[in-house]
């Protein structure tokens, strides 16, 4: 356990907001033709960005949540899912900035 988590008492230190910092944003492009609706991917998701539709379909029901894992990607058994990635420019702002 690194040294942060354990003065956190186990939570991940935030790292804080710096201007101009990239950071990935990640396009998942689905493929609804060689879907066969197995819902593994929805189900390997760890940060719930995918869901079902009411045909079992697979979408992107919260795209900006992506982490770029590729979980759905690699566990998709018919290579339906493919996760893109590219950089954005992060508008966070410094603390007293206005």
Known sequence: MLEEERASGGEKAK?????????????????????KRCGICVAFCPEEVLAQDEAGYPYAKNPEACIGCMWCELRCPDFAITVLSEDIEKEDKMPGDN
Not at 15 to 35: L, M, N, S, Y
Request: hydrophobic share 30%.
């Open 15 to 35: 790292e804080p907001p710096t201007k101009g910092k990239k950071r990935k944003k990640f396009h998942i492009d689905i493929f609804p033709a060689w879907c």
